[in-house]
């Protein structure tokens, strides 16, 4: 016999009953405090109000509270996501003035290969270093090689895009001559061919 399942409300619409509750209680006790006495005897409410009159501030003052508590939860959210995002632009320019010939080498295939997105080695040391300090950020998909180990995907950030230029990439100005070319090739990380060969769909038989 199948038991029937139970429509437990989950977390988010308690959080929206609630909010509603409260927004209800707010909008009432509002009107009950400060609507005119005439209007009030109109609805024969006169008299209550003035009975209940504790009751009623009571239910506004947990109403404000219950909204001011919202108000200060989101002001200290902002405050900390403001904090946090300046101490990595802080952790970032610092990098982007220490980076090694191997993170630069490896930043600049994003550029050499026109890309937005490339697979890399997951424990490559380069790698690791230029995720920790937020300058690159992984993006899944990984996948596992006995031999090479793992790969996943990533991306330059977009906090680190506006520290990383040709000057910082040591990138020649202008169009890239055959022999800068070379050069930049002969500086590439030694993976990045293990990667690209990875990315390569199987050839068909002939």
């Known amino acids: 016999m199948k038991v029937p399942e139970l429509n437990v409300p989950g977390v988010a619409s308690l959080k929206a009953w609630g909010f509603r509750s409260m927004l209800w209680l707010l909008i009432a006790t509002l009107t009950l405090k400060f609507a005119p006495q005439s209007w009030l005897a109109t609805l024969h409410l006169d008299q209550w109000v003035i009975q209940e009159s504790a009751l009623i501030g009571l239910g506004l003052?947990?109403?404000?509270?219950?909204?001011?508590?919202?108000?200060?939860?989101?002001?200290?959210?902002e405050a900390i996501s403001y904090l946090g995002t300046k101490r990595k632009k802080e952790v970032i320019e610092h990098k982007v003035k220490l980076l090694d010939p191997a993170e630069r080498a490896l930043l600049r295939e994003f550029f050499l290969q026109?890309?937005?997105?490339?697979?890399?080695?997951?424990?490559?040391?380069?790698?690791?270093?230029?995720?920790d300090t937020n300058i690159l950020e992984c993006l899944g998909n990984v996948k596992h090689y006995a031999i090479q180990?793992?790969?996943?995907?990533?991306?330059?950030?977009?906090?680190?895009?506006?520290h990383l230029n040709r000057n910082v990439l040591r990138?020649?100005?202008?169009?890239l001559s055959q022999e800068d070319m070379q050069n930049l090739i002969k500086a590439r990380p030694g993976f990045v061919g293990n990667v690209v060969s990875h990315r390569k769909p199987?050839?068909?038989a002939a």
């Open 61 to 77: 003052i947990v109403a404000c509270a219950f909204f001011a508590s919202l108000l200060a939860n989101f002001l200290l959210d």
């Open 114 to 131: 026109g890309k937005t997105i490339l697979t890399l080695p997951t424990e490559e040391l380069a790698v690791r270093s230029l995720v």
């Open 171 to 175: 990138l020649p100005n202008g169009e």
């Open 149 to 162: 180990g793992s790969t996943a995907d990533y991306k330059i950030s977009m906090l680190a895009r506006e």
């Open 202 to 204: 199987p050839q068909r």
